[in-house]
C-alpha cells in the first residue's frame, strides 16, 4: 500500500500558480500510476490529473487541461501537480492517489489528509 502525504497547498489570488507535492511511502511507488484528485465544499471527489508509473504519459480533466501539470520523481517517491492560472473554481481540498492503469479511478481507499487550496477572486 502507497501512503500519501501533500503539502504545497494555500491561499492564492485568481491567475497565479502553487505547485503541490505529494510524498509517497512504500518501496514500490515506482510500480504506480499516480493521480490528483480533488473535492470541494458540497461536492464529491473528482480526478484531477493522472500520470502511469514510467511516467511520461498522463491524463488530464478536461477542467484544468492547459492549466495544471502532473510530474513525478520515481527517486523521491514523489509526485507533483504544477497548478497555474487558477481560478475561484479549483478551491478545494487536493489528494494525490494510486491509480489503476489507463483510467481515472483511484486504486486503493486509503487516503491521506490532502491539502488545502484556496483561491480568491
Known amino acids: 500500500q502507497v501512503q500519501p502525504v501533500e503539502s504545497g497547498g494555500g491561499l492564492v489570488q485568481a491567475g497565479g500558480s502553487l505547485r503541490l507535492s505529494c510524498a509517497a511511502s512504500g518501496r514500490t511507488f515506482s510500480r504506480y500510476a499516480m493521480g490528483w484528485f480533488r473535492q470541494a465544499p458540497g461536492k464529491e471527489r473528482e480526478f484531477v490529473a493522472a500520470e502511469r508509473w514510467s511516467g511520461g504519459s498522463t491524463r488530464t480533466a478536461d477542467s484544468v ?3 495544471f501539470t502532473i510530474s513525478r520523481d520515481n527517486a523521491k517517491n514523489t509526485v507533483y501537480l504544477q497548478m497555474n ?11 494525490c492517489n494510486t491509480v489503476v492503469p489507463g483510467t481515472i479511478l483511484p486504486l486503493q481507499d486509503y487516503w ?10
Not at 85 to 91: A, M, R, V, Y
Not at 112 to 121: D, E, L
Open 65 to 67: 487541461k492547459g492549466r
Open 112 to 121: 491521506g489528509q490532502g491539502t488545502q487550496v484556496t483561491v480568491s477572486s
Open 85 to 95: 492560472s487558477l481560478k475561484p473554481e479549483d478551491t478545494a481540498v487536493y489528494y
